[in-house]
């Protein structure tokens, strides 16, 4: 069973923390390398757990946690966009690349999760491919 609370909680606690980083992003001197590392850290950790999940992941977990997660994904973006306009003598450039990585890696994991764990058990012709997949290799691994 997929821990979609507890996934959900991380999903709204890094956005809530990704959006007030975009507020102090506004005043560059306010805004710390040590926060950036930080979220990125805490970002690697929810990847990682959604990662872990994902097999057990079902349409009803998703709509859970599925929404909060765009909007993470959304919040992240906008970070990374206004980091890139940091002056580089701040020294978050590698910060920033990281967290760039870290919002194509959970945009990646929900698209994955929205098409091949709730749109694919879905649909019939899919299920008819997969299946004639699995003949042809069944068939390759035991040749008549």
Not at 14 to 31: D, K, Q, T, V
Request: glycine share 2%.
């Amino acid at each position: 069973m997929c821990e979609s609370a507890v996934i959900s909680d991380k999903v709204v606690k890094l956005s809530r923390r990704s959006y007030n980083h975009r507020l102090e992003i506004a005043s560059p001197r306010g805004y710390q390398l040590s926060q950036l590392q930080k979220l990125n850290k805490e970002l690697d950790k929810l990847y990682e757990l959604i990662y872990d999940e994902w097999n057990t992941i079902t349409e009803e977990d998703y709509k859970v946690f599925g929404e909060q997660l765009v909007i993470l994904t959304q919040t992240i973006k906008q970070l990374y966009n206004a980091c890139k306009r940091l002056p580089k003598h701040m020294g978050m450039e590698e910060d920033t690349k990281k967290l760039g990585m870290n919002f194509a890696a959970l945009y990646e994991l929900n698209s994955d999760i929205v098409n091949f764990r709730i749109k694919t058990p879905k649909s019939d012709k899919i299920k008819q491919a997969l299946q004639k997949l699995s003949e042809v290799d069944a068939n390759q691994k035991h040749p008549a």
